[in-house]
C-alpha cells in the first residue's frame, strides 16, 4: 500500500525565483494538489535530410512555468514563522502596512491594492516558494515551486465549517528536489476563522487611522446580516509573460485589474428592520444602486492583553447584481443576492481592504 503524506510550507523569496526553504510558515491544506507544471514544448519544424513524410523525428523544449490553487482553512497565523499567513495576502494586494497597539501590544497588518506592486517600496523583486513535501513511495522530499505570484484569493465561508481561503497562483519553475524540511509546526486550533466566530455588516462603519492603512474598524450603527453562506473572490488580472530575457521561463509580471465579486446566500424575506433581501432585488430591478460590506472574524483568542486574533474585509462600495429568489416545495424560499466591487476613491482609498491582527511583527 502508498503512502499517503504531504505538507505546504510556504517561504517568501528575497529576489525572485531564488529558493526559501528556511524561514518557512507551515499551512493545512484542505485539497491538496501538486502545481500543475507546464513545458513549451515544440515539434522540431525543419528540413533536416529526413523524408518529412514518415513524421516528426524530435521535439524541442523552449518554456516552462506552474500553476497552482491552494485551498486551506483559514488562520491568523501560520506555524513557524507565523507571519506567512499574513505574506500571502501581501503578495496578491501588492503592499502591506504593519503597526502594533502601543496600549494592548497585537500588531495589526493592513492589505490593499497597489497600483505598483512591484515597486521597492511594495514588493520589490520578491515572490513566494511553495514548497510541497510529498512522500516519493516512503521516503518525503520537498519539491519548491519558486517565483510564486497570487493571482485571487476566494473566501468561502458557510455555517458550521471553517473559513475557506483559496489562492490562485502562478509562478516560475519547479527548483531541484532536496530532502524533507521535516518538523512542521502548525499554528494552534485557535487561531482559526471559523462560521461562528464571523460578523458580516451592512451600513455606516467606523475606520480609524488614516486610509488606506487604517489600523482598526468599529461597527456601533452597522445592520447585522445573517446569511446561510458567503462567498467573496477578489482577482487582480496578474500574468506572467516570457521574454527574449535569456531564461526559459517568465521573469516579468503584468499587472490587470483588480475585480471583486460577492455572494449571500439568505432567506427571502423583507424583515420589518434590518436588511431586506427583498427591498434589495427590488432596488437592483428598478435602479440598481450600491451597497457596503464588512465582514469580521473575531476568533475569540488574544494576540495581546487586551484584544483578539482576527480578520477583517473592508467592502466599501458593491454594485447590486441581481440574483433570483429559489422556490421549492418543501422548504422556505431563498435567494442569494450577487454584488461586485467598485473603487471607493472618495473615501478608503481601495476596492477591498483587510485588516488582520496577530502577533507577528512583520508579514
Not at 503512502?3 to 525572485?16: C, D, M, Q, T
Not at 512555468?65 to 486551506?72: K, L, Q
Not at 518525503?140 to 458557510?158: I, T
Not at 420589518?272 to 437592483?284: H, Q
Amino acid at each position: 500500500m502508498a503512502e499517503n503524506r504531504i505538507y505546504l510550507a510556504l517561504g517568501e523569496e528575497a529576489s525572485r525565483g531564488v529558493k526559501e526553504a528556511s524561514t518557512v510558515g507551515y499551512m493545512p491544506l484542505l485539497a491538496p494538489s501538486i502545481p500543475k507544471m507546464e513545458f513549451d514544448e515544440k515539434k522540431r519544424a525543419e528540413f533536416r535530410g529526413e523524408e518529412s513524410v514518415k513524421g516528426q523525428s524530435s521535439f524541442m523544449r523552449m518554456g516552462q512555468r506552474w500553476s497552482a490553487s491552494i485551498e486551506m482553512p483559514f488562520f491568523t497565523e501560520s506555524g513557524s514563522a507565523k507571519g506567512l499567513a499574513g505574506t500571502l495576502l501581501k503578495h496578491f494586494f501588492g503592499t502591506a502596512v504593519s503597526s502594533q497597539n502601543g496600549t494592548t501590544g497585537q500588531y495589526r497588518h493592513m492589505v490593499y491594492p497597489a497600483a505598483n506592486p512591484f515597486s521597492a517600496s511594495n514588493l520589490g523583486d520578491r515572490g513566494l516558494t511553495l514548497n510541497l513535501n510529498i512522500n516519493e513511495g516512503a521516503v518525503m522530499r520537498n519539491w519548491p515551486f519558486v517565483g510564486g505570484r497570487v493571482k485571487s484569493l476566494s473566501f468561502d465561508q458557510e455555517a458550521g465549517s471553517p473559513l475557506k481561503i483559496k489562492a490562485d497562483l502562478f509562478g516560475q519553475k519547479r527548483d531541484a528536489v532536496t530532502a524533507e524540511l521535516g518538523n512542521p509546526v502548525f499554528a494552534q486550533e485557535s487561531l482559526r476563522c471559523d462560521y461562528n466566530n464571523l460578523k458580516l455588516y451592512t451600513g455606516a462603519i467606523t475606520r480609524v487611522g488614516t486610509g488606506p492603512g487604517y489600523t482598526d474598524f468599529s461597527f456601533g450603527s452597522a445592520t447585522l446580516i445573517k446569511p446561510d453562506k458567503v462567498s467573496l473572490k477578489i482577482d487582480n488580472g496578474m500574468e506572467d509573460v516570457l521574454r527574449l530575457s535569456g531564461l526559459d521561463y517568465p521573469d516579468k509580471t503584468r499587472m490587470g485589474q483588480f475585480k471583486a465579486t460577492m455572494e449571500i446566500t439568505i432567506d427571502w424575506e423583507d424583515p420589518a428592520s434590518g436588511f431586506s433581501s427583498v427591498s434589495e432585488l427590488n432596488g437592483w430591478i428598478s435602479a440598481g444602486g450600491t451597497k457596503s460590506f464588512f465582514l469580521h472574524w473575531d476568533t475569540g483568542t488574544q494576540a495581546g492583553s487586551g484584544e483578539n486574533h482576527g480578520l477583517y474585509i473592508d467592502l466599501p462600495v458593491m454594485q447590486r447584481m441581481g440574483g433570483g429568489p429559489e422556490y421549492k416545495l418543501e422548504k422556505d424560499p431563498m435567494i442569494t443576492l450577487k454584488y461586485e466591487g467598485l473603487f471607493d476613491g472618495e473615501t478608503t482609498g481601495y476596492l477591498a481592504g483587510i485588516l488582520l491582527k496577530n502577533t507577528a511583527a512583520t508579514v
